[in-house]
T-cell receptor, first 111, second 115 residues
Framework: DAGITQSPRHKVTETGTPVTLRCHQTENHRYMYWYRQDPGHGLRLIHYSYGVKDTDKGEVSDGYSVSRSKTEDFLLTLESATSSQTSVYFC??????????FGNGTRLTVT | KQEVTQIPAALSVPEGENLVLNCSFTDSAIYNLQWFRQDPGKGLTSLLLIQSSQREQTSGRLNASLDKSSGRSTLYIAASQPGDSATYLCAVRSNSGGSNYKLTFGKGTLLTVNP
């Protein structure tokens, strides 16, 4: 678990509302990632960060934005939640050549 | 674009058996490869990380090998136990393209070890 905390662990929200998921790591890792995991699709990268205020899009970034104002925090925002964004969201972090470590996930349900 | 495939999708074995999980990737220009395990409702736990210059890594009853030229990695589990039951995923960090910060994941192999 390498000191990665995700909050909240569970959230139910309504379609059209904004949602922010938080990832906090205590390892001083440079790289941080947001993935979603869905049956039949596996893990898909949403956004990632390679330093403070340095972020880039992954393969499924539409409808999501991120921010990283401090090394330890990486926020994922759903601007206007849709039912297709119901998923389990995982945050991960790593050093340059080290192993990738994951948080325990956030289960998001959009009704 | 890197693609990672894991076969089989599911595997059921009796306790005590030695087993091999397979991972293949399409682009051999990789930086490293990592094996994970995921228990139901949990996050991914890192098992082994193999750098591109390495051929294998070992941790306890686990041994992972890497053959870059053929685009394959295997995870060998010796003397399997019911507690090994989980989904095992491999992920490849590519060394080509615009960004080498990203990992590409396989969809995993669901392992069940029966007592």
């Amino acid at each position: 678990d390498a000191g990665i905390t995700q909050s909240p662990r569970h959230k139910v929200t309504e379609t059209g509302t904004p949602v922010t998921l938080r990832c906090h790591q205590t390892e001083n890792h440079r790289y941080m990632y947001w993935y979603r995991q869905d049956p039949g699709h596996g893990l898909r990268l949403i956004h990632y960060s390679y330093g403070v205020k340095d972020t880039d899009k992954g393969e499924v970034s539409d409808g999501y934005s991120v921010s990283r104002s401090k090394t330890e925090d990486f926020l994922l925002t759903l601007e206007s939640a849709t039912s297709s964004q119901t998923s389990v969201y995982f945050c991960a972090s790593k050093h340059e050549a080290s192993a990738l470590h994951f948080g325990n996930g956030t289960r998001l349900t959009v009704t | 674009k890197q693609e990672v495939t894991q076969i089989p999708a599911a595997l059921s074995v009796p306790e005590g058996e030695n087993l091999v999980l397979n991972c293949s990737f399409t682009d051999s220009a990789i930086y490293n490869l990592q094996w994970f395990r995921q228990d139901p409702g949990k996050g991914l736990t890192s098992l082994l990380l193999i750098q591109s210059s390495q051929r294998e890594q070992t941790s306890g009853r686990l041994n992972a090998s890497l053959d870059k030229s053929s685009g394959r990695s295997t995870l060998y589990i010796a003397a399997s136990q019911p507690g090994d039951s989980a989904t095992y995923l491999c992920a490849v960090r590519s060394n080509s393209g615009g960004s080498n910060y990203k990992l590409t994941f396989g969809k995993g192999t669901l392992l069940t070890v029966n007592p």
